[in-house]
């Protein structure tokens, strides 16, 4: 698949990009080759190959829906500029 300049300018357009009508052809030869890559990935047999992630056939295994604290208030408050004992500190807002 080969792009001209009007389908060049139509996708900058839609990507809502700027592109000078100088930067065309070299957008052009660009975008050419990232297709050509494409069409190469696309010619390889992958026949029997498991995916790596994702779209497999196995599920995630699901966990209970337990409500909790999540057991790590210090790792929370380490990086907290100011405590009060467990909670986050921050300057009183009166107006």
């Given at each position: 698949?080969?792009?001209d300049t009007a389908t060049v300018r139509r996708v900058a357009s839609l990507a809502?990009?700027?592109?000078?009508e100088d930067e065309l052809?070299?957008?052009q030869s660009e975008l050419n080759g990232?297709?050509?890559w494409i069409e190469q990935l696309q010619a390889v047999n992958t026949d029997g190959v498991e995916p790596m992630a994702g779209g497999g056939t196995q599920a995630l295994r699901m966990r209970a829906d337990e409500v909790?604290?999540?057991g790590i208030q210090d790792k929370v408050l380490a990086n907290a500029?100011?405590?009060?004992?467990a909670f986050f500190a921050v300057p009183k807002v009166v107006e």
């Open positions: 698949m080969s792009l809502r990009i700027r592109v000078e052809p070299r957008l990232i297709l050509g909790t604290d999540g500029p100011d405590r009060a004992g």
